[in-house]
């Protein structure tokens, strides 16, 4: 009895503790939480983007946005930061011939993303990190990150641009069944990646309803032209999803995660960025005075 007692009282105690605990999604916290998540968080806000996009015949059209969420969720679990809400606006002109594509004009999704991180900053952030899960958009987010030196703004966007890492790559390579030339879009990897976070959405005996091998009917890598994916890729498919495996998912995922908590660290222990940015926009004040 006595020691049910002493169970109880742990319990409890230790229920308390977790309710005090404040959730890192910005959609789940309470206002009055909001100056506890902004202490806690140093000030930074992680904006995973997403897309909605057909990958394959097997794998859900936000696979990218439920892949940068379940990475995001997971890495603030180990280094708190405040993860805003869905965000799946970006580049993807190029699948608009395929059925659950969402792609907004170029000057919207330009506009909606210097707008949302404007009211990140607003809310008190002054860090903002993107942790972009999408192929189509490395391109439209550096220029976005280029051209936010247009202006003064009272806040530092990080774009993550993990490195490569040689013992990764190594047993990666080791796992890997499919061609690596060609796995790129619902390919092995992305598709283990979603077979180990999601398999309910997995409809894997589809994976070989159509064909993911580039078509070669570019005419030169030194010609870039609007139309060179789906030249290669009409079926906006690239790689061999049929080779998937939920192990290789955990493998892929566990470094991400691990790779991304480190970014995260050097983000939350930065002034550096804030202060050469302030320094630089005090420069082209003074110019012309
Ligand atoms: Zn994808």
Redesign the pocket.
């Known amino acids: 009895m006595k020691r049910c007692l002493t169970l109880l009282v742990v319990l409890s105690f230790c229920a308390r503790l977790s309710a005090q605990e404040i959730p890192a999604r910005w959609d789940e916290l309470v206002a009055s939480d909001f100056p506890k998540a902004l202490e806690k968080s140093s000030k930074t806000c992680i904006l995973p983007i997403g ?1 909605l ?1 057909k ?1 394959g015949p097997h794998s859900p059209i936000g ?2 946005l439920i ?1 940068v969420r379940e990475w995001a969720a997971r890495a603030v679990k180990s280094e708190y930061a405040v993860v805003f809400p869905d965000y799946f606006y970006g580049q993807i002109n190029e699948a608009r011939h395929q059925p659950g594509t969402f792609a907004l004009p170029s000057k919207v999704i330009y506009d909606l993303l210097e707008a949302t991180c404007d009211e990140i900053a607003r809310n008190g952030f002054d860090k903002i990190v993107i942790l972009n ?3 189509g958009n490395p391109e439209f987010l550096e220029f976005f990150m280029q051209s936010l030196l247009n202006k003064r703004h009272n806040y530092a966007v990080y774009l993550y641009r993990p490195q490569d890492d040689s013992v990764y790559a190594t047993a990666y390579k080791k796992m890997h069944k499919s061609d690596m030339a060609t796995d790129q ?2 390919g092995e990897s ?1 598709t283990s990646v979603l077979l180990y976070y999601r398999p309910d959405l997995m409809r894997m005996d589809r994976a070989t309803d159509q064909s993911g091998a580039n078509q070669k009917r570019s005419l030169t890598p030194d010609l870039y032209t609007p139309i060179w994916w789906y030249s290669s890729y009409p079926n906006h498919y690239a790689g061999e999803g049929a080779k998937a495996t939920k192990e290789f998912g955990k493998f892929i995922t566990d470094h991400e995660i691990a790779s991304f908590i480190k970014a995260l660290q050097t983000v939350k222990a930065d002034t550096k960025t804030l202060q050469l940015q302030n320094e630089f926009y005090d420069k082209v004040d003074n110019l012309n005075k």
């Open positions: 897309i996009e990958h696979t990218d892949h899960g999408h192929g879009h619902a992305e």
